[in-house]
């Protein structure tokens, strides 16, 4: 990978507290993994970032070097990789994804 492509990478998850590497945008996923990640985030009400590896064919086989992480989408949280979709949806059901927002501080909607 390019420097200015993991300059670029490096930059999303420096700039922003959840950052979302997807197939689409959040309005309009381009794929079924991306689009149930965008969900449980919209639901939690999350303030995120998607960033959509469609625009670049170095951007999208960048990030799969930089996490070392095969898939997309990933999820990377305060700076740290979470995972792709099948972790960050287990996380969601029992409730973890949740423990880790409160823990960084990261705002979210509480069930009540």
Excluded at 18 to 25: A, E, H, Q, R, S
Excluded at 49 to 78: C, H, M
Aim: charge should be negative; aromatic fraction near 8%.
């Amino acid at each position: 990978m390019d420097d200015s492509t993991k300059n670029l990478i490096q930059s999303h998850i420096d700039t922003n507290e959840v950052c979302l590497f997807m197939k689409g945008t959040p309005d309009t996923p381009q794929c079924g993994f991306s689009m149930a990640i965008s969900n449980m985030l919209k639901i939690l009400d999350v303030n995120y970032k998607g960033i959509n590896v469609l625009e670049s064919q170095a951007l999208r086989e960048g990030i799969k070097e930089f996490s070392d992480w095969p898939t997309i989408p990933q999820v990377y949280i305060k700076g740290e990789f979470v995972g792709g979709c099948d972790i960050v949806k287990e996380m969601y059901e029992n409730g973890e994804l949740q423990k880790i927002f409160e823990l960084k501080g990261i705002n979210f909607k509480r069930k009540s």
